[in-house]
């Protein structure tokens, strides 16, 4: 019988890694098939373990559509869409308007350095069960600083979410960022499958003394079906002493490819934002750990997230607003790819009909190996 083995994969991806035994052509020439030992002639034959074919049954991609002044598009239909993957336009089998009730893990950062934001932070509980949580969502409240805690677990009450977070204290001085986000992205592989898994960090688009490794929170994110959102300063010395007009440095990493101004349109404070799809791109391709500026930006764009520059009360509350609007009002279209691709990570391209529209979606998904 073979085994079937569930993954949840990027885009929303599910694989099943099959093992089935290897073709003819596969097996060493000699090899008995009755051979129990895996041996022919003094040599190893691999096992069932290295013969793992891996399968793709399902790539599952958000999808958020605005006009040119902004505004949601409810209206478009699953004809408007395109999916390449691989190059290849995919038959999109699954076609939906945000059905999905949303599990959201709250990641805030705690850290003395965002003393400013607290009165601000405090204030934002209300906003967030509302337009977020909404009606049928539940969430997890997690912080982070020297330490990383777990402040509320996964509930749907409003009220005990709301407190919580009116409650926060910002003393330590470390920020752990990553930890907190592949913190947040265990608790959220535990929601059932039938949910849309959202992680929203409120804080400084920095990390110190982290064990964990962007590039692996964002693969993790992807595995798990998680789409990134982030709220705050991109960096303390950018937001905090920069011009309302002042666009923040885009340094993000040495060999990375440069990002460049221009869409999705200005953000919360009128400045042009930063297209950071080539970079994030980038990043889910490499092993390492190179970006050093604007994580949480690259973080967002890698898993077809946002990041939303706010400081003040009101730009809090948009960015809340905008971010639970969004997640209400998704198309989420589901395909199952024509070939099997390859290990790693794989490029998509959503497209939409319609002309003079603004689309975001997840770049692409990973594929992973049986462990």
Not at 60 to 88: Q, R, Y
Not at 153 to 175: C, M, N, S, W, Y
Not at 178 to 203: C, E, F, N, Q, W
Not at 353 to 364: I, N, V, Y
Request: glycine residues 8%; charged residues 20%; proline residues 7%.
């Amino acid at each position: 019988m073979a085994r079937l083995t569930e993954f949840v994969c990027t885009t929303a991806s599910l694989i099943l890694l099959t093992s089935l035994p290897a073709p003819r052509s596969e097996m060493q020439s000699g090899m008995s098939p009755s051979d129990p030992s895996g041996k022919q002639q003094g040599k190893e034959v691999p096992q069932a373990k290295d013969r793992l074919r891996v399968h793709v049954n399902e790539v599952i991609v958000p999808v958020t559509v605005t006009d040119k002044s902004g505004e949601l598009v409810l209206d478009l239909s699953k004809s408007d869409f395109h999916v390449l993957d691989g190059g290849a336009e995919q038959t999109i089998d699954r076609f939906d308007l945000a059905g999905d009730p949303l599990a959201v893990a709250l990641v805030i950062e705690t850290s003395s350095h965002i003393q400013v934001m607290a009165r601000v932070i405090h204030g934002m509980g209300t906003v967030f069960s509302e337009t977020v949580m909404a009606l049928s969502g539940e969430a997890v409240v997690i912080t982070y600083d020297s330490t990383v805690e777990v402040r509320q677990p996964f509930t749907q009450d409003h009220d005990a979410v709301e407190k919580v977070i009116a409650g926060l204290e910002f003393q330590a001085p470390e920020r752990k960022l990553y930890d907190g986000m592949a913190k947040a992205v265990a608790l959220l592989s535990t929601r059932p499958l039938s949910y849309r898994r959202i992680m929203l960090v409120v804080g400084e688009s920095q990390d110190y003394s982290s064990e964990a490794k962007l590039r692996e929170v964002v693969e993790n994110a992807h595995l798990a079906d998680i789409t990134i959102y982030a709220i705050g300063p991109s960096s303390t010395t950018a937001d905090l002493r920069g011009a309302p007009g002042e666009i923040p440095p885009l340094k993000i990493a040495k060999h990375a490819p440069t990002a460049t101004v221009g869409p999705p349109g200005p953000d919360l404070a009128g400045r042009p934002q930063a297209d950071l799809l080539t970079p994030a791109v980038w990043l889910l391709m490499r092993g390492t750990n190179e970006i050093k500026n604007h994580q949480l930006e690259v973080a967002a764009a890698a898993t077809g997230g946002v990041h939303y520059r706010a400081l003040r009360d009101e730009t809090i509350r948009t960015a809340l607003d905008r971010i639970g609007g969004e997640l209400h009002a998704q198309y989420v279209l589901s395909y199952a790819p024509s070939i099997d691709p390859p290990l790693g990570f794989n490029e998509i391209k959503v497209t939409v009909s319609r002309p003079s529209l603004t689309l975001r979606a997840r770049p692409g998904y990973y594929v992973s190996a049986a462990q």
